[in-house]
């Protein structure tokens, strides 16, 4: 069964190091996303991806935050200078369709930010 | 906007009981709601999903009917197992005005006992 890839499972970086946390969608679908969640708390949105540009972004995107779709299989958050409160896990996800259809998530990065 | 409301856990029952988690939403329009579920250390997956007013979606023993006179989706099982320990996620995407990504409950924790 398809399925969506997260790589690395766990990263842990220094308080104003770059990340880039990377995955690779469900081949034939069109729509990538990215969400996070802070232990313990609610699942939130990041950004959404479609046709090669950003479709809708949270505030919590701000300028740290980019994404990319560098070919034609990976997907990446990329977060610039990272800070202590950037500490969560990120789900990448995708979906065929847009609007009210079902995401597929990935297993997760876990980022420490020390 | 829109928005989902799940009920606070965490939820303790023992093996076989009957479970209710209750979700309800706020949106104009129609749309699709879903249940996620996260196992321990594991990504989201979806459970099940329903579309339109009064569908049933199911799954392992899992079933939530679309309530759209109550603007409900509230998760049942009637037997319970250790296994079904893990944190149940309701979430709602689509509806009109609205755009691709999906909006998530709190999450509501369910531990199963022997």
């Known amino acids: 069964e398809p399925e969506v890839t997260q790589t690395p499972s766990h990263q842990v970086t220094q308080m104003g190091q770059e990340v880039i946390l990377r995955c690779v969608p469900i081949?034939?679908?069109?729509?990538f996303y990215w969400y996070r969640q802070i232990l313990g708390q609610k699942v939130e949105f990041l950004v959404s991806f479609y046709n090669n540009e950003i479709s809708e972004k949270s505030e919590i995107f701000d300028d740290q935050f980019s994404v990319e779709r560098p070919d034609g299989s990976n997907f990446t958050l990329k977060i610039r200078s990272t800070k202590l409160e950037d500490s969560a896990m990120y789900f990448c996800?995708?979906?065929?369709?847009?609007?009210?259809?079902?995401?597929?998530f990935g297993q997760g990065t876990r980022l420490t930010v020390v | 906007g829109n928005s989902v409301t799940q009920m606070e856990g965490p939820v303790t029952l023992s093996e076989e009981a009957f479970l209710t988690i209750n979700c309800t939403y706020t949106?104009?329009?129609?749309?699709?709601l879903f249940w996620y579920v996260q196992y321990p250390g594991e990504g989201l997956q979806l459970l099940l999903k329903a579309t339109k007013a009064d569908d049933k979606g199911s799954n392992k023993g899992f079933e939530a009917t679309y309530r759209k006179e109550t603007t409900s989706f509230h998760l049942e099982k009637g037997s319970v197992q250790v296994s079904d320990s893990a944190v149940y996620f309701c979430a709602l995407g689509g509806g009109r005005g609205a755009t691709n990504k999906l909006i998530f409950g709190t999450g509501t924790l369910l531990a199963v006992q022997p």
């Open positions: 949106a104009t329009g129609y749309p699709s």
């Open positions: 081949s034939n679908h069109l729509y």
């Open positions: 996800a995708s979906s065929r369709q847009g609007q009210g259809s079902e995401a597929f």
